[in-house]
């Protein structure tokens, strides 16, 4: 059927007859070859995009084929680092009530500010007691 198809000197009513097809099935099947050989929208896109520069070359994953003690040895730490982000969208995350305290608290203990934040209450040096209210010590973070 796609030889009939692709070949101009061939009248559609000896495709009709000689398939056993109407000819409103045979501009069916048109449509459909043609639909066939069409490329692919999403696929055009992306080889756009590759012509213009917008995909990254990908680099080979860096494969470490060391023991366990020498990578002890050479004091290697596979920590990973933690997503950072500000106070205040911690705070709003905090507020929303959606995430449960046991995370929020480890994602908390990640962020730069907060460890910025214990630094510093440890290096605070204490108020005398003498010289405050009972109203300012319960200001006092400890």
């Not at 099935?25 to 999403?42: F, N, S, T, Y």
């Not at 917008?54 to 060391?66: F, L, M, S, Y």
């Not at 911690?90 to 480890?106: I, S, V």
Request: glycine letters at 4%; proline letters at 6%.
């Amino acid at each position: 059927m796609t030889q009939l198809l692709g070949s101009a000197s061939v009248s559609d009513e000896y495709i009709c007859r000689y398939v056993g097809i109407t000819p409103a099935e045979l501009q069916m099947a048109r449509k459909v070859e043609a639909m066939q050989a069409a490329p692919d929208p999403i696929q055009m896109m992306m080889q756009m995009a590759d012509q213009i520069g917008g995909a990254k070359e990908t680099k080979p994953k860096k494969v470490d084929h060391r023991t366990v003690s020498e990578l002890r040895a050479a004091k290697v730490s596979h920590k990973k680092k933690v997503p950072q982000m500000s106070r205040e969208a911690f705070e709003k995350m905090e507020q929303t009530g959606r995430f449960p305290d046991k995370m929020m608290e480890a994602i908390k203990k990640g962020q730069k500010w907060y460890q910025e934040d214990l630094k510093r209450r440890r290096w605070r040096k204490p108020a005398r007691a003498s010289h405050l209210r009972p109203e300012d010590l319960l200001k006092i973070r400890v």
